[in-house]
């Protein structure tokens, strides 16, 4: 793949940032977006604007064929068996956040147990620490070694026979690290649990099959993948989600309703409540398009090229700390990393006044950092249309961060 022709299919990289050239180094929090998804979205909204499901005029039609025509462009993205497994949600967060509370409250009690890692997003861990109060659960946390990886020797340990859900990201934010999902999801079934897996960082960066990971669900987000924001995906087996009550209910997701009782429409629609996210589903259905136009397999040799690339400059600068796997092969296409002596937020900011857009903080990964012994770190994360040439300007803006610093103090 060419990522400098890439680049050019992306608008908002083609600027200045405080008179330099935009070097775009945060695509883990949200990615930039390519112009077939923006007018994807113009489309919808300049020429068939209209609710789904309902009408029968031609813009309702063309609404709903665009719509439903996105899910089953997610099915074949992600391998699965149909689209009544796909329900679109408003992003990983709402996703595991309906998992924990549609499935979680009817399947776990008191005495049983939550399986996760300190690795995990907030976002991975606030709905089973909720779950957990209300359920009389025991939430417990798979130890990381040295290297930011997990054990399957301690996953092993872990799990139990009390074990009801195991809910673990796929690749980590912070430290790049690529989990052993079929692995764990293979000991946690036979323990009688069930997979979640957080596909965030996964999703856009590499080929997720669900029907070979075997999890139970998966969750990701529209806009890391080049998609618009305010969309994303809960994929669940059908056999658990015919189980599963909704969360949110009104509009769409109603079948019959009475004055005392009222029922549900089929999967997955019955989670789907009120006007659906339509534009947004279009946009993600553009996005997956183009991903797979380029093709999974060679974004995700792209990003370990830009990984193994950017280990080795980065770690030529005295001062340097790169937390997790140092193996590119073992690592998504993202570093964190802190410089001594400076606070993260000082080099994010240094660095921006060269036009380098990183992150800096905790990454919404508190426990993570705590477990890193720091506060805080900066992280510059890659995809599809970043260069060597980007990492070469990361790298002399760290330098002259290092530099600036040095001389203040």
Known sequence: MNAKEIRKLFPILDQEVNGH???????????????????????????????VHRGVHTLGTRATDGYEGAREKVRKFINASSTEEVVFTRGTTTSINTIAVSYGRENVKDGDEIVISYMEHHSNIIPWQQLAKQTGATLKYLPLQEDGTISLEDVRKTITSNTKIVSIMHVSNVLGTMNPIKEIAKIAHEHGAVMVVDGAQSAPHLKVDVQDLDCDFLAFSGHKMGGPTGIGVMYGKKHHLEKMEPVEFGGEMIDFVGLQESTWKELPWKFEGGTPIIAGAIGLGAAIDFLQEIGLDEIEKHEHKLAAYALERMSEIEGMTIYGPKNPQNRAGLITFNLADVHPHDVATVLDAEGIAVRAGHHCAQPLMKWLDVSSTARASFYLYNTEEDIDSLVNGLVKTKEYFSNVF
């Open 21 to 51: 050239k935009l070097v775009y180094l945060d695509s883990a929090a949200t990615s930039q977006k390519p112009i077939q998804v923006i007018e994807a979205i113009d489309n919808y909204y300049r020429q068939y604007n209209s609710n």
